[in-house]
């Protein structure tokens, strides 16, 4: 048997023990033992950013971070950016401006979106797309995704 | 006009479960009981299998079964869509790097991955090839055993197939000018996010299939027929996928662990890594070879054109690609006269598929490079010499064919206007455009059932997936406008094959013309029910009322139909059922086996510049203009044509596989395999639409999914030769590239 590790660990909130292996990665945990499958998995190398998180206020690649480091820590994910069955303002926007194809990158753009307003309300083109140049869309949204954030972050200020 | 009917962009059908994290990918998918599974690979492209020893990995606490070609029956199955060559594991012989010759299931991915590492497996080294040159030397070792090609001339040879196109005779035709070049564009991978996923499950006396498939009617009948199964048996169910562009067509490895579940007994589920799809699909990497001769006037006069496509060890739909893309490669121009050869060469690599623009993007690079390069030495315009020759409204330009379907000036004119063709350039800076054109289905089947419930609201059941393109948002919308339903009362379901009745597949950009077709085939059939209807009801005749667009229309006045639906249906309720087919035969006298159903036909226009330092390509300014016949829904036109114009843009800029000497991807995954991000966009890019309502879909519409991607790299590369004085033949434009060329420029 392989020795595992117990760790505790909030996830959107709500406090979670786990038993992980040395070698599980947090997505490896966030979808096989909590079932959160909202974060994805595509590349495992850190270049992709579909498995994005928050990890204590910034962004990971979830595939990136051993599970046994995420003990103790806060994490976000996709699952926990809509509040009480209403989806957020950032999420709507990516939905009215037409940045959701197959949908498959978005949960990690939808993060790596909301922690560049949170530090940065008002982020212009540039910043945007700095900040998501780890989230690689194949179907090609970007234009309509910096829109959504710009929109966002637009909105808020209103 | 609600935003949820025709012509509107509500939100995406189904997009609240992609940014909540709740839509269901096929790897999110747990099965109780589920068995983990890993492919067994070798080091090796072609190597001869001498054994195979799997004592240590099935010691291992865990391991459920190891399969290898002896478990499989005999002969292995083989299947294609076409030619039946690929097993379901190698037998004997591997043929490509990365070619499973054994599959491990254990309880958990852990073991099967340990296992894998632990089945020992003991080969030799076959000489192999990688590269056209080498697969086409009369010396090279044979990809496919001559013996599995009888009666076949071409048999003792690398190439399967050999296609023959053209009209008039070449050899005869006379030109002012002629202008003979050869353009290479490389392998490229398809690269979903979602990398494939499978899972199969023992389901009664016959089986269940999960699989990220853009064809579940395709894959159930491979299956059913490997396993001696009838159809109803197959269940195939295909959640909405993270991307497909072509590369989730066709089965791959879902047979084998078809077989294994059921050898298992128990439920088998296979996810591949991205390094694994980068080994199970890619483009093909092609060489042509194009003669173009002109009128000193800018008349074209022929197009001589010799293609030689690599594909990989098993054929898969890389034929049709083959031939589709070339019997379209003298593009949308009024040519007199055309010899097109195009051959279908087998290399010991990734067996090569159809991938967004099915061969049409290589083709359209070397032609209309060659036509940018003819336009430079007649010292005509671009823009003006293909004006010149572009096929009229109607106008048979491939003679005997589906004559021209769009007004294709408008669609150059506009991409002129908005690039500021003719207008002055900054230094440094370049102008290109390009033209072009894909042959939509050539056959098709469709069906559809669509229910109208007694309450107004509305269920539709299509075989169509939707991978990204917005298929279920579009039926929604004929069936909210056809029905008087809002939209948020239709649900669209899709991908289960016990549920869904047959649709032939999800590609060519079909969907919204013939499933459309189909969906609206069935409402009118609803319709026609609620007209009777609503004139037993008024005592009235049928013949004086009209049902559409969700009204029923009768004389004096008009009402929604859920007013003629209720009291119609009565106290029991119930509901009106209605039945689409949308149908297109083959015709075998025909070289594609049908004529299109539609064109797909595009115009980008480039401005960029070059850091002469670098190599560094910018692309200023991108104009992408398609001829959609009817946006059905404008806002999901423009996501997939700027998307499939960003797709173009990594083939032309970035994109390609590197291979070492032994066959091995080199640049195997997303560190060192680049596709664009967001800091790769250009400046500045737009698109438009030209609609004529001229299509042969719903409303006029016509597909439109792949013609963004159609010509990119020849516009970008005109704009780089006008910027720097350097044309390039060979794709990527990649800064190394670029840079080398500008240093081995010509001092004028």
């Not at chain 2, 099935?58 to 478990?71: E, F, N, Q, S, Y």
């Not at chain 2, 769009?406 to 230094?427: C, F, N, T, Y």
Request: aromatic share 6%; charged share 20%.
């Amino acid at each position: 048997m392989i020795p595992t590790y117990p760790i505790e660990l909030s996830v959107n909130g709500r406090r979670r023990r786990v038993d992980v292996a040395a070698h599980h990665s947090l997505l490896d945990i966030l979808r096989d033992d909590l079932e959160l499958t909202g974060t994805k998995e595509c590349c495992l190398v850190g270049e992709c950013g579909a498995c994005t998180v928050i990890l204590d206020g910034r962004t990971v690649d979830s595939c990136l971070v051993l599970a046994v480091e995420a003990d103790g820590a806060e994490i976000t994910t996709v699952e926990g950016l809509a509040a009480a069955g209403q989806v957020s303002p950032l999420q709507q926007a990516f939905l009215d401006r037409g940045a959701v194809q197959c949908g498959f990158c978005i949960p990690g753009q939808l993060i790596s979106a909301h922690v560049l307003l949170a530090g940065n309300p008002h982020p212009t083109v540039g910043e945007i797309q700095e900040s998501l140049a780890g989230n690689l869309c194949r179907c090609g949204c970007y234009e309509q995704i910096t829109d959504a954030v710009l929109a966002t972050a637009e909105e808020a200020e209103r | 006009m609600s935003r949820a009917r025709i012509g509107g962009s509500p939100n995406r059908v189904g997009g609240i479960g992609r940014v909540t994290g709740s839509q269901q990918y096929v790897a999110d998918i747990r099965l109780p009981d589920v068995l983990e599974a890993k492919l067994v690979t070798i080091d090796c492209a072609r190597a001869r299998i001498i054994s195979i020893d799997t004592t240590a990995a099935l010691a291992l606490p865990g391991v459920r079964l190891i399969m290898t070609a002896a478990d499989l029956p005999r002969p292995v199955p083989r299947f294609g869509p076409k030619f039946h060559d690929r097993p379901v594991l190698a037998v004997g012989e591997t043929n490509y790097h990365g070619e499973p010759v054994a599959i491990v299931a254990a309880e958990t991915k852990d073991t099967a991955e340990e296992a894998a590492r632990l089945v020992r497996v003991e080969y030799e080294e076959l000489p192999a090839v990688f590269t056209l040159a080498a697969a086409l030397d009369p010396a090279a070792p044979l990809v496919k055993d001559p013996a599995l090609r009888p009666n076949d001339p071409l048999a003792g040879t690398n190439v399967i197939r050999e296609h023959h196109f053209g009209w008039g005779d070449v050899t005869i035709a006379s030109a002012d000018v002629v202008v003979e070049n050869t353009y290479t564009f490389p392998m490229v991978t398809h690269f979903a996010i979602e990398p494939h996923a499978f899972m199969a499950a023992p389901d009664g006396a016959g089986i269940a299939i999960w699989s990220t498939i853009q064809h579940p009617y395709v894959l159930q009948k491979t299956i059913a027929s490997l396993l001696g199964m009838p159809l109803a048996k197959v269940r195939v169910y295909c959640p909405d996928l993270g991307g497909g562009f072509g590369g989730k067509q066709q089965p791959k490895l879902e047979p084998l662990i078809a077989f294994t579940a059921l050898r298992a007994g128990r439920p088998v589920r296979l996810v591949l890594t991205l390094e694994e799809t980068f080994q199970a699909v890619r483009r093909a990497a092609v060489e042509i070879r194009v003669r173009t001769g002109c009128l000193s006037d800018g008349t074209l006069a022929f197009q001589d054109i010799e293609s030689n496509f690599l594909i990989g060890a098993y054929v898969e739909d890389a034929d049709r690609v083959v031939e589709k893309s070339n019997y379209m490669a003298c593009g949308p121009y009024r040519v007199p006269a055309s010899r097109i050869v195009a051959r279908t060469v087998l290399s010991h690599t990734t067996p090569s598929c159809s991938m967004r623009g099915i061969g049409t993007p290589q083709v359209t690079w070397a032609v209309e490079s060659n036509l940018n390069e003819c336009a430079y030495v007649l010292g005509l315009d671009p823009v003006e010499f293909r004006l010149h020759n572009l096929a009229r409204m109607g106008e048979a330009f491939i003679p005997g064919d589906t004559p021209a379907d769009g007004r294709w000036d408008q669609v150059v004119h506009k991409a002129a206007e908005m690039i500021g063709w003719g207008s002055p350039l900054l230094p440094g800076r370049g102008r290109g455009l390009a033209l072009g054109i894909k042959s939509g289905p050539t056959t098709g089947l469709s069906y559809s059932t669509v229910r109208l419930l007694a309450d107004g609201s509305v269920i539709i059941f299509v075989g169509t997936s939707d991978m990204g393109q917005g298929a279920r948002t579009v039926f929604a919308q004929i069936a909210a406008d056809e029905l008087g339903a809002p939209l948020d009362w239709v649900t669209v379901v899709m991908g289960d094959t016990a549920i869904v009745p047959y649709d032939q597949q999800t590609s060519a950009s079909r969907s919204t013309v013939l499933m459309g077709n189909a969906v609206l085939a069935a409402c009118r059939e609803i319709q026609a029910k609620v007209r009777g209807m609503a004139a037993r009801l008024h005592g009235l005749d049928e013949a004086s009322i009209v049902v559409e667009h969700g009204v029923v229309r009768l004389p004096g006045r008009d009402v929604p139909i859920i007013e003629v639906l209720r009291p119609g249906l009565g106290p029991l309720g119930g509901e009106l059922v209605g039945n689409g087919e949308a149908r297109k035969d083959a015709d075998p006298s025909h070289p594609l086996s049908g004529a299109p159903v539609f064109f797909e036909f595009n115009c980008t226009a480039i401005e960029a510049t070059v850091d002469e330092e670098t190599g560094d390509v910018v692309i200023v300014r991108h104009v992408t203009v398609s001829d959609v016949g009817k946006a059905l829904n404008p806002l999901q036109v423009t996501m997939q044509d700027e998307g499939a114009a960003i797709m173009g843009l990594g083939h032309t800029l970035m994109e390609q596989y590197i291979f070492d000497e032994g066959g091995r991807i080199r640049n195997l995954g997303a560190i060192d395999y680049r596709i664009p991000t967001s800091m790769d966009l250009p400046l500045e890019m737009l698109s438009a639409i030209v609609e004529n309502a001229d299509g042969p879909g719903p409303y006029g519409a016509k597909g439109m999914s792949e013609g963004a991607v159609l010509c990119v790299a020849p516009a970008v590369a005109a704009a780089v030769r006008q910027a720097t004085g350097v044309a390039i033949r060979d794709l990527p434009l990649t800064p190394e590239r670029v840079w080398r060329a500008l240093r081995d420029r010509p001092i004028p």
